[in-house]
């Protein structure tokens, strides 16, 4: 049997990260995947949503050509061309991410891991059953789609979102339950590709824990595209008969039923996560990082996460990570937001805009829609949030987050010389839009 100082179960963005830092630091790891190297993250969630995002980015580009005195035509688009594209990417992504772990001698073990005792896991396979053990035991088993009460994914009809990243055929017609980013990134990406679709969300509006303004924003460029958004939809399903497909983006589950965590009376709370602030569980020798914590569901929160334990179990000092978190949502035009950890306990708030089509970037680039919005603490001129929709928000959303990391007041910001003529020019013109609102600040920007 072999014994290894560390074995992880998983490797998506958690699982790899931190078998690569457990191996730089010298110690004999296993990473056991039943799956693909990767992940969701590489072959169901990020990289496939982002790709077909960007080819229906490109027809749409395409489609705008005009505006620039350039005439075009687009042949008929065969959804296939793009998926075997989408599985070329994916595929080579997997390929580095196996370069890397062998890089490191991290064995890689193929198969399902389950329980035996808590050192000790039983891994299977098609045609065979082995054991392997380990000082430690790291879960990384993530996350998988969770459907809505009463329907079952049959995967043709009542479809989940890596099934959505799969067809071949665009549907005519597709309803999509759930407004959260994944049902929204989704609804663009089909909607582009001439799919009619309906999407109903349960909550008041899209995105339930983002800003009501920039929720209100996404769901009027949905209804451009000739989305039909519900909102406060409480049956979903109500004439489900209409629809070619129904695409269930609802909400992520605990990936946990086969690791057999009741052989080792591991817990978990009430929705089957391993949660905890600092990575244990109740069993002194188990951790879990990922999504399995059942906290953010990001991959680059996973990521972080992989190095955070390393940091624990190596060097005994858990990184209390209060970093502010951007998230990005891929529709057209796409949202980003960013805020700090503190923010709701902040009293004396002044918001500051600036629309897009008063940026000279945005002018050139025919991407007029949208606009940065800012959040500036009145009493110490701090930058506390920033909010965009439009053009390459998903990028300009990097600098606002290390500005709110570094603690930059609107002072400081104003220090820097952006380039010219450039998006970013909008953070700090809508900063400056938030000074003037406030009378008592001194101008000094
Ligand atoms: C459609 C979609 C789009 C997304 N887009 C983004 C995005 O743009 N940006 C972003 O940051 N996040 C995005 N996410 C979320 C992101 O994919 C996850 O947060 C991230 O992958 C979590 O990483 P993880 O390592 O915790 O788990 P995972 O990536 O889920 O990896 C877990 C791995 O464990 C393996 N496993 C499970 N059980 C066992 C077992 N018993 N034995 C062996 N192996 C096992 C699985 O096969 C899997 O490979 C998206 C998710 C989806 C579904």
Redesign the pocket.
Same mark, same amino acid.
Do not use: H, M, Q, W
């Given at each position: 049997m072999c014994k290894y100082d560390v074995a992880i179960?998983?490797?998506?963005?958690? !699982?790899?990260?931190s078998a690569v830092r457990f191996a730089q630091l010298g110690l004999k790891v296993a990473i056991?995947?039943? %799956?693909?190297?990767? !992940?969701?993250?590489?072959?169901?969630?990020?990289?496939?949503?982002?790709f077909l995002w960007q080819a229906a980015k490109t027809k749409q580009k395409i489609l705008k050509s005009l505006e620039y005195g350039i005439k075009s035509t687009i042949e008929p688009i065969n959804f296939q061309d793009i998926i075997n594209r989408k599985n070329k990417i994916v595929e080579n992504l997997s390929k580095g991410v196996q370069k890397l772990l062998e890089s490191y001698n991290i064995e890689i073990v193929k198969?399902?891991?389950?329980f035996k005792s808590s050192n000790q896991l039983v891994?299977k396979t098609d045609n065979e059953e082995f054991e392997i053990t380990a000082d430690k035991i790291i879960v990384?088993?993530?996350?998988?789609?969770k459907s809505i009460p009463n329907v079952q994914f049959d995967h043709i009809k009542y479809i989940d979102?890596?099934d959505?990243?799969n067809l071949t055929v665009i549907p005519k017609n597709m309803l999509v339950i759930g407004g959260g980013?994944?049902g929204i990134? @989704?609804s663009s990406i089909f909607a582009t590709f001439g799919c009619d679709i309906t999407l109903r969300e349960i909550f008041p509006q899209l995105l339930p824990n983002e800003d009501l303004e920039l929720a209100q924003e996404i769901a009027k460029g949905l209804s451009r595209q000739g989305i039909k958004v519900e909102v406060g939809c409480s049956d979903a399903l109500q004439d489900e008969n209409k629809f070619e497909k129904i695409l269930i983006?609802a909400g992520?589950q605990a990936?946990?039923d086969?690791?057999n965590v009741s052989n080792i009376n591991l817990q978990t709370d009430k929705r089957n996560y391993l949660v905890s602030d600092d990575y244990s569980t109740n069993i002194k020798n188990i951790f879990a990082?990922? %999504?399995?914590?059942g906290k953010?569901? @990001?991959?680059?929160?996973?990521?972080q %996460?992989?190095i955070n334990i390393v940091e624990k179990l190596i060097n005994h000092k858990i990184e209390k990570s209060n970093d502010p978190i951007p998230k990005?949502v891929?529709s057209f035009p796409p949202v980003a937001s960013v805020k700090d950890c503190e923010f709701d306990n902040y009293q004396n708030i002044v918001y500051g805009k600036f629309l897009f089509s008063a940026n000279a970037r945005a002018q050139i680039e025919f991407e007029r829609t949208g606009w940065v919005k800012v959040a500036v603490d009145k009493d110490s001129e701090k930058i506390l949030g920033v909010w965009i929709i439009g053009a390459n928000a998903d990028e300009l959303i990097n600098i606002a987050s290390v500005m709110i990391k570094a603690n930059m007041t609107v002072c400081d910001l104003s220090k820097n010389i952006f380039f010219h003529p450039s998006l970013a020019e909008m953070i700090l013109g809508s900063c400056e839009q938030a000074l003037n609102k406030c009378p008592d600040l001194p101008k000094s920007i």
């Open positions: 179960i998983g490797a998506g963005p958690a !699982g790899y990260t056991i995947e039943k %799956d693909k190297l990767g !992940g969701t993250c590489l072959n169901s969630g990020c990289i496939p949503t982002k198969g399902k891991a389950s891994i990384a088993t993530g996350s998988i789609s979102s890596t959505a990243l980013a994944i990134e @989704l983006v992520r990936s946990i086969e690791l990082i990922g %999504d399995i914590t953010c569901f @990001l991959a680059y929160t996973a990521g %996460d992989g990005v891929f």
